[in-house]
């Protein structure tokens, strides 16, 4: 226990990480620290029982002093038997069928973050809506199956269960870790009135039929977290005009924020 910096965490700081990040690994690195320390701070302050990661994402922290069989380790060897590691693949010098500019790829390696196609996620971007557009789209002219639809609507029934139970917004859907960035973008800015999915519904604009991720009627702020998608280019030219209509029917100030995992370990 004496190892265990304990001025450096309390147990508040803990629980919030835990909250908002739900698993080990991304809470650790909220945290800055590792997934082991982060389990004897855990530990430390009695909440192992409350958060158990065994079941998380396939996250066991019950493998600690624990070894695998000499049967396990043969399969293990077998299979691996004839790979080159990573670090020894051949590394060469491409070029961007995008921008035409020269990256370093190991064409070998099965780590995708290693082996591209592209010099960057931009490019990449622009590559997948050329190849995966209109008739290139693998699911042109499909439809969804009779056992897929049912699927797929009772688990949107379950999702307006849960919602309904926890007084949170049903329609339309919102993401639950972009609250924390619109509460955080909201103190920097002294927004004490900020209303959002989980505090009285997203603000809702009956001439333009747009809703706001975060809007302050006191500062006239209007706050859009932007995912993944929104990094598209058609996406960002939607975006774009969007923000345009909103801005001359509220005369507001508009504020992008780009949702990644550097905003939540902000």
């Not at 070894?67 to 060469?92: A, D």
């Not at 209509?245 to 949702?259: A, D, G, N, S, T």
Request: proline share 3%; with cysteine; net charge positive.
């Amino acid at each position: 226990m004496s190892k265990i910096r304990k001025s450096k965490f309390k147990k508040e700081e803990i629980v919030q990480a835990i909250e908002i990040n739900k698993t080990l690994t991304h809470s650790a690195k909220y945290l800055g620290i590792s997934s082991q320390w982060l389990i004897k701070l855990l530990k430390r302050f009695e909440l192992r029982t409350k958060y158990d990661f065994s079941k998380n994402h396939g996250i066991n922290p019950y493998w600690k002093g624990k070894y695998l069989s000499i049967e396990t380790k043969h399969k293990i060897s077998i299979s691996k038997k004839g790979q080159v590691p990573p670090n020894k693949l051949m590394r060469i010098l491409s070029i961007c069928p995008i921008c035409n500019s020269e990256y370093i790829n190991v064409p070998q390696c099965k780590n995708r973050s290693k082996n591209k196609k592209t010099c960057s996620s931009k490019c990449k971007n622009i590559m997948t809506s050329q190849t995966n557009g209109g008739k290139n789209n693998p699911f042109y002219k499909k439809t969804h199956s009779i056992k897929s639809k049912k699927q797929m609507r009772l688990s949107t029934i379950k999702w307006i269960e849960k919602n309904k139970n926890n007084g949170n917004q049903i329609f339309p859907r919102y993401n639950r870790n972009s609250i924390s960035i619109l509460e955080q973008k909201a103190k920097e800015l002294g927004i004490t009135d900020l209303q959002h999915a989980e505090n009285g519904g997203e603000f809702y604009i009956k001439e333009l039929g747009y809703w706001a991720d975060g809007y302050s009627k006191s500062k006239n702020i209007w706050i859009e977290i932007d995912e993944k998608r929104h990094q598209r280019l058609k996406q960002k030219e939607k975006d774009i005009m969007r923000q345009q209509e909103i801005e001359q029917f509220l005369k507001c100030k508009f504020i992008r924020i780009k949702y990644n995992l550097e905003n939540l370990n902000a």
